[in-house]
């Protein structure tokens, strides 16, 4: 299956932690990597592979993974954080679909 | 630093081709995917596809009769057409680069360069 389904809506206090998950069959076989997009903006990559952040991206962003899950850790999230976030993989089939996306709220 | 341009018309007509280019400004071409990623208003991210540089592609397979992906390194650019569109194709159409890499067998791969997107409405 190429699905990857996240949770549309996730809240968080500020400066608390907050776990966004992905799940499907492709992440038993492929790292994720997520993306995080804010209104009006295109998606920006946050992290990759097992758990790479690219240049610039607060060492507060984290990824891990295990079995069909895949998770993105937001540790002492900020206000600036607040934005929707994408998982993507690749399938069996060599297609790169994304999860459905999660809206991630800071209180 | 490797920049994206998504260029092409901003209306089509219902049932004509939607035809856009992403021209690559600051790097080569060669040695990465190069893909296209669409977001209707309101709602999440839709890949469509990718293009090789060498030209093999692979298309989203709900997308897949409609779509074709070119690449032209000599311009350093690759283009998008999508056929027969309905209003359900109005979106923001954006190019990416894509690399890929692996780690203790396992694969993967990341859109690390993102052009800004360009808007698409489809409507007579």
């Known amino acids: 299956s190429s699905e990857l389904t996240q949770d549309p809506a996730v809240s968080v206090a500020l400066g608390q932690t907050v776990r966004i998950t992905c799940q499907g069959d492709s992440l038993r076989s492929y790292y994720a990597s997520w993306y995080q997009q804010k209104p009006g903006q295109a998606p920006v990559l946050v992290i990759y592979g097992k758990n790479n952040r690219p240049s610039g991206i607060p060492d507060r962003f984290s990824g891990s993974s295990s079995g069909n899950t895949a998770s993105l850790t937001i540790t002492g999230a900020q206000a600036e954080d607040e934005a929707d976030y994408y998982c993507n993989s690749r399938d069996s089939s060599g297609n790169h679909p994304f999860g459905g996306g999660t809206k991630l709220t800071v209180l | 630093q490797v920049q994206l341009q998504e260029s092409g018309p901003g209306l089509v007509k219902p049932s004509e081709t939607l035809s856009l280019t992403c021209t690559v400004s600051g790097g080569s071409i060669s040695s990465y995917y190069w893909s296209w990623i669409r977001q209707p208003p309101g709602k999440g991210l839709e890949w469509i596809g990718y293009?090789?540089?060498?030209?093999?592609?692979n298309y989203n397979p709900s997308l897949k009769s409609r779509v074709t992906i070119s690449v032209d390194t000599s311009k350093n650019q690759f283009s998008l057409k999508l056929s027969s569109v309905t209003a359900a194709d109005t979106a923001v159409y954006y190019c990416?680069?894509?690399?890929?890499?692996?780690?203790?067998?396992?694969?993967?791969?990341?859109?690390?360069?993102w052009g800004k997107g360009t808007t698409v409405t489809v409507s007579s």
């Open positions: 293009i090789y540089y060498s030209g093999s592609t």
């Open positions: 990416a680069r894509e690399s890929s890499s692996w780690y203790r067998g396992y694969y993967y791969y990341y859109m690390d360069v």
